[in-house]
């Protein structure tokens, strides 16, 4: 099993970044996809979650309206799209699987600084 990140670097405040998560070894389109995120000093939080159809969606109120969760279920890849970044989206962004049992990938760092 494998969740590969990528996408992840330094932008201004205002700017977009779009994370990517590759998965392998899982039967992808039977599992709810999340992404996470570990600000130093805190605890990992949820970001966004799809369910495995892709029909449905829901974010943390923090980044409602700014970030976007989409997947292609013929690809195995899972993305997050993040517009209007601000200083406090500065994270290691994680993609989770989750189904009977869960999965992580090694995460990817977005850092929102001027």
């Known amino acids: 099993v494998q969740l590969v990140e990528s996408g992840g670097g330094l932008v201004q405040p205002g700017g977009s970044l779009r994370l990517s998560c590759a998965a392998s070894?899982?039967?992808?389109?039977?599992?709810?996809m999340s992404w996470f995120r570990q600000a130093p000093g805190k605890e990992r939080e949820l970001v966004a979650v799809?369910?495995?159809?892709?029909?449905?969606?829901n974010y943390a109120d923090s980044v409602k309206g700014r970030f976007t969760i989409s997947r292609d279920n013929a690809k195995n890849t899972v993305d997050l799209q993040m517009n209007s970044l601000k200083p406090e989206d500065t994270a290691v962004y994680y993609c989770?699987?989750?189904?009977?049992?869960?999965?992580w990938g090694q995460g990817t760092q977005v850092t929102v600084s001027s």
């Open positions: 989770n699987a989750l189904n009977r049992r869960g999965y």
């Open positions: 070894g899982f039967t992808f389109s039977s599992y709810t």
């Open positions: 799809i369910t495995s159809a892709g029909d449905r969606t």
